[in-house]
């Protein structure tokens, strides 16, 4: 079946690939590996934003690297939202607790701190909306949705009960969000495969060999 693949990039990364020796993911190989041996796999629609160096003055030139790799799967297309990081007063639930060496805190404690807060903003909405939209267009027979965020729900309901179209979802967890699994076609789970479908190091490209990022 002609498919297409739409991918949470961060949704991927904070619930499979963060911490792992995985980041360096080929997902045309992943996509494949964890779909039906009769899919032929037509688009894979990968949605991120460009990350803050604030916090590691080093992950977007990373990021850009792992890019470069993407890149080089000719079906793949990046879609771009927005990352944000600014600082936030929010409120505490508990009071303040420094372990192993307790201090003397002022009394009372605050009831506010100051913390470092990220957001990526337009992708969601931008793979909801390209998954609808490739629907209605009969754009493919099949789509798969690498994701564990529940407000994808919606555009998957639509899809799969309004448009009658298949919706696989590849969760990156071993227990996904009920919403999800309920309403898509069919449940695959991607971790088993995670190590076995990484890029080479380095990627051979038109502009030169692309080296993993050492610490991955």
Known sequence: MRTFVYVDGFNLYYRALKGTRHKWLDLLKLSEAALPPSTVVERINYYTARVSGKRDPDMPRRQQIYFSALETISCLNIHLGRFLVHDV????????????????????????????????????????????????????????????????????????????????????????????????????????????????????????????????
Do not use: Y
Not at 109 to 134: C, I, N, W, Y
Not at 175 to 199: D, N, T, W, Y
């Open 89 to 216: 007063d929010m409120k505490l639930v508990e009071p303040l607790q420094f372990k192993p060496t307790p201090i003397v805190l002022p009394q009372p404690q605050p009831r506010f701190a100051k913390v470092v807060k990220t957001e990526e903003k337009g992708s969601d909405v931008a793979l909801g909306a390209h998954l609808v939209r490739d629907a209605f267009l009969g754009a493919f027979e099949q789509a798969a949705i690498i994701t564990n965020d529940s407000d994808l729900a919606e555009p998957v309901r639509i899809v799969v009960e309004e448009v009658g179209l298949p919706v696989i979802l590849l969760t990156p967890e071993n227990r996904p969000v009920g919403s999800l699994a309920q309403l898509a076609s069919e449940v695959r789970h991607i971790k088993p495969s995670l190590s076995k479908c990484q890029f080479p190091d380095p990627v051979n490209s038109a502009k030169g060999p692309i080296i993993k990022p050492f610490d991955w």
